[in-house]
């Protein structure tokens, strides 16, 4: 199927420290998101990206995260500063559409902090 | 907001038995349902999509849904050991379908020879 390439697979970094999730989409999908999962807990949500905008976002998504997909480059999910909370593994996705349509995932990004 | 609940927790059965999923969310006007599963340390693979009433089949694995009852499930046909894995049940939130995904914690799905 469809793939969803994401870099890097994990990364330790120390906290306050500033760290940068890259995902390549599946090629011509238009719609991008992100989701955050702990360990032990149920995959959640963070924000979906549509012709340079951030279309939705939910609460996990603190001021410290930023996204953003320069022209023929990666999405790209940064946070600055990090914080132990955001130890997590992220999952990009993308979709075709958006309402109806199928969301590919990538094998995530393991993110500690420490 | 929907919340979804997968049952059983973890489900062992035989390779070649019936194996059943259950996933219930919390409001019917959803029309946007799907399985996925996730083996170990890999990311998520869509199984099937259903999006009104009734079944949908794709190989092995049958949904079913029942949005009156709040209830979609997940049925694979002669389960083999690579079908050991997480398997999530995600819907889409009712208003401003923006392509967001509620999911469930999933079922941990050992297949033994």
């Known amino acids: 199927g469809p793939k969803v390439l994401q870099i890097p697979s994990h990364q330790i970094i120390d906290m306050g420290q500033m760290v940068t999730l890259n995902c390549d989409p599946v090629s011509n999908h238009l719609y991008f998101y992100w989701y955050k999962q702990i360990l032990g807990q149920q995959m959640e949500f963070l924000v979906n990206?549509?012709?340079?905008?951030?279309?939705?976002k939910s609460k996990l998504f603190k001021d410290q995260f930023s996204v953003e997909r320069p022209d023929g480059s990666y999405f790209t999910l940064k946070i600055q500063p990090t914080a132990l909370e955001d130890s997590a593994v992220y999952f990009c996705?993308?979709?075709?559409?958006?309402?109806?349509?199928?969301?590919?995932f990538g094998e995530g990004s393991r993110l500690i902090v420490v | 907001q929907q919340k979804v609940q997968q049952s059983p927790e973890s489900l062992t059965v035989s390779e070649g038995a019936m194996a059943s999923l259950n996933c219930t969310f919390s409001?019917?006007?959803?029309?946007?349902f799907r399985w996925y599963r996730q083996h170990s340390a890999k990311g998520l693979e869509v199984l099937v999509s259903i999006f009104s009433d009734g079944e949908k089949e794709e190989g092995r694995f049958t949904a079913h849904l029942n949005r009156a009852n709040l209830h979609v499930s997940l049925h694979i046909r002669e389960p083999q050991p690579s079908d050991s894995a997480v398997y999530l049940c995600a819907v889409s939130p009712i208003t401003g379908n923006t392509g967001k995904l509620i999911f469930g914690l999933g079922t941990t799905l050992q297949v033994q020879p």
């Open positions: 996705a993308s979709s075709s559409g958006h309402s109806g349509n199928t969301l590919y």
């Open positions: 990206f549509y012709n340079g905008k951030v279309m939705e």
């Open positions: 409001d019917g006007t959803s029309n946007n």
